[in-house]
């Protein structure tokens, strides 16, 4: 089993999980895939919109965040400020860094390797 990963993206579904006020096929299907490889959502019901659609001039959230049960609770998602014209927000995730990175890099540091 692998354990301390994220996985985020672009996602574009809809379901109420991630603030819509509906679901449609694709929300669905990603629900489906959540709970079949037993992820977490990070995104919160309150966050701010990460998505703002200049044809439509609504805001909406298809960017999501996904992480493994052992680091749920441990990572912090913020929605930033707008750049560049883009029409999607940049999502900042941080972390404990010395739990999920470090560990494993000082695993294989100080393991059974000599420096030469």
């Known amino acids: 089993m692998l354990y301390h990963y994220l996985v985020v993206g672009d996602f574009n579904s809809h379901s109420q999980s991630w603030g819509y006020d509906h679901i449609e096929k694709r929300g669905k299907e990603v629900e489906n895939w959540q709970d079949d490889h037993k992820l977490n959502l990070i995104n919160k019901l309150e966050d701010q919109p990460t998505f703002y659609s200049i044809r439509w001039r609504t805001t909406s959230t298809p960017d999501l965040a996904f992480c493994t049960d052992d ?11 707008q750049l560049g014209g883009s029409v999607h927000r940049p999502v900042l995730l941080t972390s404990p860094v010395n739990q999920l990175c470090l560990d494993g890099i000082i695993r294989r540091l100080t393991g059974p390797y000599t420096a030469n």
């Open 71 to 81: 680091i749920d609770g441990q990572i912090t998602r913020e929605v930033r400020e």
